[in-house]
Nanobody
Framework: VQLQASGGGLVQAGESLRLSCAAS????????MGWYRQAPGKQRELVAA???????DYADSVKGRFTISRDNRNNTVYLQMNSLKSEDTANYYCNADDLRTIYWGKGTQVTVSS
């Protein structure tokens, strides 16, 4: 499956962004869809993940501010990011895990100015 992330940009601290990840095929059978991020000089880290049953998991740093959702009908996963902080600045990547293969999309840059 190919993944295309979009929705990144430059915002001020406290503002919101919504990232989208469009998959090239149905995601209804994909067990886990996730968003990761990587800031310069840092390791890639999990931001949020959602199972095909709707279960979610979040990094402690984004709990209460970010919400992940998936639209299996439109083969898209979203990441709603509110109350953005400068430390959220990173390249955000979409990820799909069908328990056999892990797929990565190209990132979308999010820059938060303080």
């Amino acid at each position: 499956v190919q993944l295309q992330a979009s929705g990144g940009g430059l915002v001020q601290a406290g503002e919101s962004l919504r990232l989208s990840c469009a998959a090239s095929r149905s995601i209804s059978s994909i067990s886990v869809m996730g968003w990761y991020r990587q800031a310069p000089g840092k390791q890639r880290e999990l931001v949020a993940a959602i199972t095909n049953g709707g279960g979610t998991d979040y990094a402690d740093s984004v709990k209460g501010r970010f919400t992940i959702s998936r639209d299996n009908r439109n083969n898209t996963v979203y990441l709603q990011m509110n109350s953005l902080k400068s430390e959220d600045t990173a390249n955000y990547y979409c990820n799909a895990d069908d328990l056999r293969t892990i797929y990565w999309g190209k990132g979308t840059q999010v820059t938060v100015s303080s």
